[in-house]
């Protein structure tokens, strides 16, 4: 078949690509077309998305994709969780906010008196994350926005609502919203009813893979490409990049790593077990019914939002770069600290928060902007260590290589020492596998011939190159990861 050209939108924390994605039978290639940042504003103590700015960028995006050649589907991915309100017009109800924002905090326990832990995952097969959808909406209770909600659109779908008029929401995103049941695959209606929460804003689900519907008048004429369709991708980012893990036959687990490290294994069925619920492992639907069985880790955030907090202070040298560089020569596993201390999740000073994180756990005090890069990514890579460990032992598989895939993949020394704690090769590549996994999705759906996930990730190994990283060999490295692991645990 002919190959085809779509424009994949893939939406970080930090920043917002549209690429053009030219899939054919033995040919894939990305071309990033656009770029921006992104990232949560903070307005009279809440934090918001800039969701009409987005917008923005995307129509600028696509409209570049259709000026440099032909363009045959759009679609959108974004991080999962959020989501705008519209009311019965059409309009958007306020701003949507980050699920950065504290506005979740205590909410957990609330809903807990209600419906307990063992319940809510039994349905949901959800990590306990304060800011699920869920918890977000009963923060919101009694508030004008909600009271007037007619629907609430996540944030992809939102998008995808301004390109075509049709609301959905697509069903890979709807599965991390804590109001979806994991073995239907439909809302959980019932468990919406019992929170108090408007069930009738849910939106029909769609599948990935499906065609959502044209572009409105109004787009195609800004972007010069009358009739093209909207597809439904795996619209959950992470459900995208793992569609663009280049994965093999191998027993494989995953970290997609970009602003979230998201550390887990391709299922075909949810784990439900009681030591799945204690682990806090979710289950999030993928494309084509698998489950991403995983554990989200705090991920980049911490070192990017360092980066920034250096930057306000203007401290000399504190390139992302120069810190690496200083930090691949530095003491290994020096201090260790809980990388998942709920402390990591809002913006702010993080340099002193790891410090302090430090102190509290009696490791040593990382003091300089190298050694607390060197003690993020130490931390960073105990934390993939326990959670692939974890995730395997919890679904009863074994795991041969770990693939790292998403920006993180660039890091080199990341890579390395998430080998060396690990002790199994690491394939690192692509970066862009959220755009792969999306634009695949796009092509299968305008008819190429990339009958599953296994097709679609022959294709990428056949066009992208996948950087390998051996664990550092000798008993010596993987007794000091286990002191680690054991200092890391009584934190
Ligand atoms: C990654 C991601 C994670 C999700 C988090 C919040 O970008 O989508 O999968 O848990 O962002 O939405």
């Given at each position: 078949?002919?190959?085809?050209?779509?424009?994949?939108?893939?939406?970080?924390?930090?920043?917002?690509?549209?690429?053009?994605?030219?899939?054919?039978?033995?040919?894939?290639?990305?071309?990033?077309?656009?770029?921006?940042?992104?990232?949560?504003?903070?307005?009279?103590?809440?934090?918001?998305?800039?969701?009409?700015?987005?917008?923005?960028?995307?129509?600028?995006?696509?409209?570049?994709?259709?000026?440099?050649?032909?363009?045959?589907?759009?679609?959108?991915?974004?991080?999962?969780?959020?989501?705008?309100?519209?009311?019965?017009?059409?309009?958007?109800?306020?701003?949507?906010?980050?699920?950065?924002?504290?506005?979740?905090?205590?909410?957990?326990?609330?809903?807990?008196?209600?419906?307990?832990?063992?319940?809510?995952?039994?349905?949901?097969?959800?990590?306990?994350?304060?800011?699920?959808?869920?918890?977000?909406?009963?923060?919101?209770?009694?508030?004008?926005?909600?009271?007037?909600?007619?629907?609430?659109?996540?944030?992809?779908?939102?998008?995808?609502?301004?390109?075509?008029?049709?609301?959905?929401?697509?069903?890979?995103?709807?599965?991390?919203?804590?109001?979806?049941?994991?073995?239907?695959?439909?809302?959980?209606?019932?468990?919406?009813?019992?929170?108090?929460?408007?069930?009738?804003?849910?939106?029909?689900?769609?599948?990935?893979?499906?065609?959502?519907?044209?572009?409105?008048?109004?787009?195609?004429?800004?972007?010069?490409?009358?009739?093209?369709?909207?597809?439904?991708?795996?619209?959950?980012?992470?459900?995208?990049?793992?569609?663009?893990?280049?994965?093999?036959?191998?027993?494989?687990?995953?970290?997609?790593?970009?602003?979230?490290?998201?550390?887990?294994?391709?299922?075909?069925?949810?784990?439900?077990?009681?030591?799945?619920?204690?682990?806090?492992?979710?289950?999030?639907?993928?494309?084509?019914?698998?489950?991403?069985?995983?554990?989200?880790?705090?991920?980049?955030?911490?070192?990017?939002?360092?980066?920034?907090?250096?930057?306000?202070?203007?401290?000399?040298?504190?390139?992302?770069?120069?810190?690496?560089?200083?930090?691949?020569?530095?003491?290994?596993?020096?201090?260790?600290?809980?990388?998942n201390d709920p402390r990591l999740l809002t913006p702010g000073d993080m340099p002193s928060r790891i410090q302090e994180l430090a102190r509290e756990a009696g490791e040593p005090i990382p003091r300089t902007p190298v050694a607390i890069t060197r003690t993020i990514l130490d931390s960073l890579a105990l934390a993939y260590?326990?959670?692939?460990?974890?995730?395997?032992?919890?679904?009863?598989?074994?795991?041969?290589?770990?693939?790292?895939?998403?920006?993180?993949?660039?890091?080199?020394?990341?890579?390395?020492?998430?080998?060396?704690?690990?002790?199994?090769?690491?394939?690192?590549?692509?970066?862009?596998?959220?755009?792969?996994?999306?634009?695949?999705?796009?092509?299968?759906?305008?008819?190429?011939?990339?009958?599953?996930?296994?097709?679609?990730?022959?294709?990428?190994?056949?066009?992208?190159?996948?950087?390998?990283?051996?664990?550092?060999?000798?008993?010596?490295?993987?007794?000091?990861?286990?002191?680690?692991?054991?200092?890391?645990?009584?934190?």
């Amino acid at each position: 078949s002919e190959p085809v050209r779509v424009a994949a939108v893939d939406l970080g924390a930090t920043s917002g690509r549209v690429m053009a994605c030219r899939v054919g039978s033995r040919t894939l290639h990305l071309e990033e077309l656009h770029r921006f940042s992104n990232g949560g504003v903070p307005v009279r103590g809440g934090l918001f998305w800039d969701v009409l700015g987005i917008h923005r960028e995307v129509l600028t995006g696509v409209r570049e994709v259709a000026r440099t050649g032909r363009l045959h589907g759009i679609g959108i991915d974004s991080w999962a969780v959020d989501y705008g309100l519209v009311g019965r017009d059409g309009w958007l109800l306020g701003n949507p906010r980050s699920h950065r924002d504290s506005r979740t905090d205590g909410v957990p326990a609330r809903v807990r008196e209600v419906v307990s832990d063992a319940e809510l995952y039994d349905v949901t097969g959800l990590q306990q994350l304060p800011f699920n959808t869920i918890y977000q909406l009963v923060s919101e209770l009694g508030t004008p926005s909600l009271e007037a909600a007619e629907q609430l659109l996540l944030l992809p779908d939102l998008l995808t609502y301004w390109l075509t008029g049709e609301a959905g929401a697509e069903r890979t995103n709807a599965s991390t919203t804590g109001l979806y049941d994991v073995r239907t695959g439909e809302w959980s209606l019932e468990l919406a009813k019992r929170i108090g929460l408007p069930w009738g804003i849910l939106p029909p689900l769609r599948d990935p893979g499906t065609v959502v519907g044209p572009v409105v008048d109004e787009v195609a004429a800004y972007v010069g490409a009358p009739g093209v369709p909207v597809i439904s991708v795996g619209s959950h980012d992470t459900a995208s990049a793992v569609v663009g893990v280049p994965a093999g036959e191998e027993s494989f687990a995953y970290i997609s790593s970009g602003t979230w490290s998201l550390v887990g294994l391709e299922l075909d069925g949810p784990v439900l077990s009681a030591e799945a619920r204690e682990a806090d492992f979710t289950n999030e639907t993928g494309v084509d019914g698998t489950i991403r069985f995983l554990k989200n880790v705090m991920g980049l955030w911490v070192l990017s939002e360092s980066v920034r907090t250096w930057a306000d202070k203007r401290l000399a040298d504190v390139t992302l770069p120069a810190l690496l560089a200083g930090a691949a020569d530095a003491p290994a596993l020096r201090t260790v600290v809980d990388i998942n201390d709920p402390r990591l999740l809002t913006p702010g000073d993080m340099p002193s928060r790891i410090q302090e994180l430090a102190r509290e756990a009696g490791e040593p005090i990382p003091r300089t902007p190298v050694a607390i890069t060197r003690t993020i990514l130490d931390s960073l890579a105990l934390a993939y260590r326990r959670n692939v460990r974890l995730a395997a032992t919890l679904a009863g598989r074994d795991v041969d290589v770990v693939h790292v895939v998403g920006g993180g993949s660039q890091n080199d020394l990341l890579c390395q020492l998430t080998a060396d704690a690990l002790g199994v090769p690491v394939l690192a590549g692509p970066g862009e596998a959220a755009a792969l996994g999306n634009g695949l999705v796009q092509a299968r759906a305008l008819g190429a011939d990339l009958p599953d996930l296994a097709a679609m990730r022959a294709l990428i190994r056949r066009t992208h190159d996948v950087r390998r990283f051996e664990p550092a060999s000798g008993s010596a490295a993987s007794a000091d990861w286990d002191a680690a692991e054991r200092r890391a645990a009584k934190v």
